[in-house]
C-alpha cells in the first residue's frame, strides 16, 4: 500500500511530460485513434458484407487467425521494420488487432436480423440502402456496439503493451518501473490501466443504454467473446 | 556460415536445442505449459460455476458481471500486480488467463445447458434418469457443441496472450520477442510469431476434431 502512496503522493508524478495526467492523455490519445482508424475500416466492411452475404465465410476465418496474432511479437516485428521515427509502426498493429472484433460482431450482427423483418421493410419499399441504415442496423446495434467494446479493450491492453517498444501512455509507469525496480512506479501505473480500463467499459455501456433502441434491447444476444 | 548475420534457418537451427535455458524448445514448452494449465483449468472451474448459475438463476448475473470485469482488466498490469504475490513464477501468467479463460467459457456452459430442449429434459425425466445422471448422460452431451466453441477462442487467445508474460520474464515464446527486441534482429520475432499462430492452429484443429468425435450425431443429422 506504501508504494501507492509513493507514487500517487509524489508532486513529481503529477506534472511534466511523464507525468500522470500527460501519460493517461497520450494512453487516451493513442486508444481513441487506434479505435477511430479500425472503426473507419470495419464497420463499412462488416455492413457490406452482412447486407450483401459475400465474403461471410472469409470474414470469420480471418478474424479467428487475427485472434492468434500475438501483440508483443508484432509490435516488435514493426518497430524492427519500420524503425521508430514515427508511431507509425506501433499504430499499424494496434490497429490491425482492433479491427477483427468489430469486423466480426458487425458481421454477425447485421446477419442475424430476422429475414422476415428485412423482406417486411423491402415490402414497405424502402430501398436497400434505407433498410440497411433504419432497420438492419438499429436492430444490429447491440452487437456492433460489443464488438466496439472488444475492441476498444483490446487497443486499451495493447497501447500498455506498446510502451515496451517506446511509446509513450500509461504502460511506461510499469514498464520503466519494472525495469528500474521502481515497484512504485510499478503498482501506481497498473492501478491507472486498470482504473481506465474499467472506464472505458462504463463509458461503452452508457453508450450502449443511450444508443440502442429499447425495442431492441429486450431481445436476449448471445455476446460473442474473444481476446486477440 | 559467413561473417554476415545468419539467415533464418541457421538461427533456427543454432537455436532450437541450446541444452541451456531459452533454446527455442525450452521456450515451447514453457509457452505450452502456460497456455494449457489455463485452458484446462478454466474449464474444470467453469463447469461448476456454469452449473450454479443454471440451477440458481440469481447467480448468474452477477457471477457474468464479476467476470465480465475482470475481461476487461489488461493482462500487463494484472501481471504486474499479481507479481507481489506470486513472485516471478509462471503462475503469474496462469492465474490471470484462467480468470480470462473462465469468462468466456462461463457464459458458454449456460448458454449451451439453456440450448437443451425442454421436452429433450422432460423425456429424461420420464425415463427415471436421477438428475446427476440426466445431467451427464443428456444435458452435458447437448451442450458439448457450445461450450467447445467457447473453449476454442479461449484455447486460441490464450496461446497468443502467453506472449505477453514475456515482460515480466515468464513468456515462453514471447521471449523471442524481448531478446529480438533488445538485440534488433528479426528471426527471433519471425520464429516466435510463426510458432505461436502455429501452436493456436493446431489447438484448433485438435478441438474442432474432439467436437467431431464427442458429438457425431451432428453430424449424421446433417447427412440425412
Known amino acids: ?48 458484407i452482412g447486407h450483401t452475404g459475400k465474403g461471410g465465410l472469409l470474414v470469420v476465418v480471418t478474424a479467428n487467425l487475427a485472434r492468434a496474432l500475438p501483440t508483443l511479437g508484432l509490435l516488435v516485428l514493426f518497430v ?95 514498464i520503466d518501473g519494472f525495469a528500474t525496480k521502481d515497484y512504485a512506479g510499478v503498482v501506481g501505473g497498473s492501478v491507472l490501466i486498470v482504473l481506465f480500463a474499467l472506464v472505458v467499459q462504463i463509458v461503452f455501456m452508457l453508450v450502449q443504454r443511450a444508443t440502442v433502441s429499447p425495442g431492441v434491447s429486450q431481445r436476449l444476444i448471445t455476446p460473442k467473446k474473444g481476446r486477440l | ?60 448475473q452477477p457471477t457474468a458481471g464479476v467476470f465480465n470485469v475482470i475481461y476487461a482488466l489488461p493482462s500487463l498490469p494484472v501481471f504486474m500486480l499479481l507479481i507481489s504475490v506470486t513472485g516471478l513464477s509462471q503462475l503469474t501468467v496462469i492465474i490471470p488467463l484462467t480468470f480470462y479463460a473462465m469468462a468466456v467459457l462461463i457464459p458458454a456452459v449456460v448458454d449451451g445447458l439453456g440450448a437443451v430442449p425442454e421436452h429433450v429434459r422432460q423425456s429424461a425425466v420420464a425415463m427415471g434418469f436421477t438428475p446427476l445422471r440426466r445431467l451427464v ?27 505477453v508474460g514475456a515482460l515480466i520474464g515468464q513468456g515462453g515464446l514471447g521471449m523471442l520477442f524481448t531478446r529480438a527486441y533488445q538485440n534488433p534482429f528479426l528471426p527471433p520475432v519471425i520464429v516466435g510469431i510463426a510458432l505461436i499462430v502455429l501452436l493456436a492452429l493446431v489447438a484448433d484443429g485438435l478441438l474442432v476434431l474432439a467436437q467431431r468425435l464427442l458429438t457425431p450425431w451432428v453430424r449424421a443429422r446433417r447427412a440425412t
Open chain 1, 1 to 48: 500500500m506504501s508504494w501507492l502512496t509513493d507514487f500517487f503522493g509524489d508532486p513529481a508524478n503529477w506534472s511534466g511530460p511523464d507525468g500522470i495526467p500527460a501519460r493517461l492523455l497520450e494512453h487516451l490519445e493513442f486508444s481513441a485513434l487506434a479505435l477511430v482508424l479500425a472503426m473507419l475500416v470495419a464497420v463499412p466492411l462488416g455492413l457490406l
Open chain 1, 80 to 174: 524492427l521494420l519500420l524503425g521508430t521515427a514515427s508511431i507509425l509502426p506501433v499504430i499499424i498493429p494496434l490497429v490491425l488487432l482492433a479491427v477483427p472484433p468489430i469486423l466480426v460482431n458487425t458481421f454477425e450482427g447485421i446477419r442475424g436480423v430476422d429475414p422476415e423483418l428485412r423482406d417486411a421493410a423491402y415490402g414497405m419499399g424502402l430501398t436497400g440502402g434505407q433498410v440497411l441504415g433504419r432497420v438492419l442496423v438499429p436492430v444490429a446495434l447491440p452487437l456492433i456496439l460489443l464488438g466496439l467494446r472488444l475492441s476498444a479493450i483490446q487497443v486499451v491492453a495493447t497501447t500498455t503493451v506498446a510502451a515496451y517498444t517506446g511509446l509513450g501512455g500509461l504502460g511506461r509507469f510499469v
Open chain 2, 1 to 60: 556460415m559467413g561473417d554476415g548475420p545468419p539467415t533464418l534457418w541457421e538461427w533456427i537451427a543454432r537455436n532450437w536445442d541450446t541444452g541451456r535455458v531459452g533454446s527455442i524448445r525450452d521456450l515451447l514448452g514453457d509457452h505450452l505449459v502456460m497456455s494449457l494449465v489455463p485452458i484446462v483449468a478454466g474449464l474444470l472451474l467453469a463447469l461448476p460455476l456454469g452449473l450454479a448459475s443454471v440451477r440458481w438463476r440469481w447467480l448468474y
Open chain 2, 137 to 163: 448422460q443428456v444435458e452435458l452431451p447437448i451442450a458439448t457443441p457450445v461450450v467447445l466453441a467457447g473453449l476454442r477462442v479461449v484455447a486460441v487467445s490464450s496461446i497468443s496472450l502467453v506472449s
